[in-house]
């Protein structure tokens, strides 16, 4: 019997009246007649997992539901900006949308609040994320090296024609930087030279060869020494 009281809500010293109110929304009977069959695998307590309500312990935040025997039991859910006196990191990363190119970043303030930034271009929306005059690529037309940068918009490009580079598209080699060791010679005399390289180049024309040949000039400058 205590466990029907229990279960209807009584204390242990209540008669138990199946005309009682309790027992009447339990069996689901309004008026009339009752019959314990009515009542079987039914209980007064409060279904289990039910949502109760919430509550602080610190600032942890717990949900507290019912256990379906009268009783309850609790989910912390941690701390949650705003509850329980706490307040999320300023700079904790709530995400973003897309507004068109742009990608807008949420951020929390530190005081349970947020803040917002905006990303122009993002690559998050789509676009290359290249600044302008940034090259994305480059190929060769003809003997032109052409380089094809970012515009500073989303995907849009421009194409700058650097025209005909050493060591590019099928020109010559690029040269030693001017004023680079070449090596040293004698001049039979005892004296040393140490020749270096002037950087330029120019095109000339081998009996032996079969077609124009490029050449880069030594002497930007000569040191003496002694061999």
Known sequence: ????????GLSSTATLNLGNSIVRTLFGVSSGAISLSQGHGKSACTASGTYLGSFCSGTTVYYSYANGSCGTYNVS?????????????AWTDYGGYCDGNDY???YADGNCGSFQQTESNSTNCGCSGAGYGQELYNYCSGGDFISVQSDGSCNGVMYINEGSQC????NHPCCPD??????????????????????????????WGSADQCCCRYIDHIDYGAC
Do not use: K, R
């Open 104 to 106: 807008i970043h949420t």
């Open 77 to 89: 859910q941690g701390q949650q900006n705003g509850n329980c006196g706490y307040c999320d990191p």
């Open 178 to 207: 001017a004023g680079s060791f070449a090596y040293t010679i004698c001049n039979g005399l005892g004296a040393l030279y140490y020749i270096y390289w002037s950087g330029q180049s120019w095109c000339c024309n081998y009996d």
């Open 1 to 8: 019997m205590s466990q029907v009281d229990t279960e209807l």
């Open 167 to 170: 060591g590019q598209c099928g």
